[in-house]
């Protein structure tokens, strides 16, 4: 909702501020310039990325106009690693195994939905609790190891925010190459009627005009949203690593949760208190 309130405030003011200084708006209308930025935009962006990166982006973008990850989200990922945590401590990692093998049919992780939809904090988990169910580790090694695999996740989420940026940095220079071509079609007409001249070159403005538009008000702050949805993505990440490491340290359930609690950023965080009171309800 922020992200269509926030299209709509810029949008908004550029068609008023245009429309009081005495603008048409049919002026603006010129499908051939947005098809020669847009689709060269689009073509660019299919040359320069893998199938897997712009189905992501796709999937980045519905997820950005989604509900996207709020308090409720980390806290269902402290509730869950409490429940993992909890069966360690009493019956051993072995017992979780049956989850650890098929979270799509765990009754725990079907206990927090917003937790389960997302692939890579399912795949982070169940992969990191198997390979400390297969021997013992220490806690430096783990953590070595959650390190780097955190560096790769993060690179390789961030790779739909990069893919946009790139495109939308590249508009402004779409929007010329269209302008140019406008002004090719108006050298035509030279010798013509004047007022037809006059038209053609400023629907040749208005590729300057849109590809420079759509750099900064739309591709850019995309791709800046998608990068955030990443980070908020990658705390929720860094905050299992750290559970699992103090686990590893042999610190007690809530003391390992209150080790990832502090990962959070200010406005996720809950207190100490706060999440003492979810557990217990927990147990």
Not at 20 to 29: D, Q, T, V
Not at 180 to 204: C, E, F, N, R
Not at 212 to 222: G, H, K, R, S, W
Request: hydrophobic share 50%; with cysteine; glycine share 10%.
């Amino acid at each position: 909702m922020q992200i269509i309130i926030g299209f709509v405030i810029v949008f908004g003011c550029i068609v008023y501020g245009y429309t009081h200084a005495s603008g048409r708006l049919l002026a603006l209308w010129q499908p051939a310039e947005f098809i020669i930025i847009l689709g060269a935009g689009f073509g660019a962006m299919v040359i320069s990325n893998p199938t897997y990166v712009l189905k992501n982006t796709v999937t980045r973008l519905k997820m950005t106009f989604g509900k996207g990850y709020g308090p409720d989200f980390y806290k269902s990922t402290l509730e869950l690693m409490f429940e993992l945590l909890e069966t360690i401590r009493k019956d051993g990692i072995k017992k979780l195994d049956d989850h650890i093998e098929n979270p799509q049919g765990s009754a725990i992780f079907n206990k927090y939905p917003e937790v389960a939809k997302s692939n890579v904090l399912v795949s982070f988990i169940t992969d990191n609790l198997r390979m400390m169910a297969m021997g013992k580790m220490n806690h430096h090694d783990l953590e070595a190891v959650l390190e780097l695999e955190l560096h790769t996740l993060e690179e390789d989420l961030m790779r739909p925010s990069k893919a946009l940026g790139k495109v939308g940095e590249a508009m402004p220079g779409f929007g010329i190459v269209a302008a140019v071509l406008g002004i090719v079609v108006t050298m035509q007409s030279i010798g013509g009627d004047l007022a037809l001249i006059g038209v053609k070159v400023a629907a040749a403005l208005v590729g300057t005009f849109f590809g420079i538009l759509m750099c900064y008000a739309v591709f850019e702050p995309l791709a800046a949203s998608v990068a955030n949805q990443v980070k908020k993505e990658m705390m929720a990440l860094n905050m299992i690593s750290a559970i699992l490491v103090s686990q590893v340290q042999g610190k007690p359930t809530l003391l390992a949760l209150d080790a990832g609690r502090k990962v959070l950023h200010t406005e996720y965080k809950p207190t100490f208190a706060a999440m003492e009171n979810w557990m217990t309800g927990q147990g």
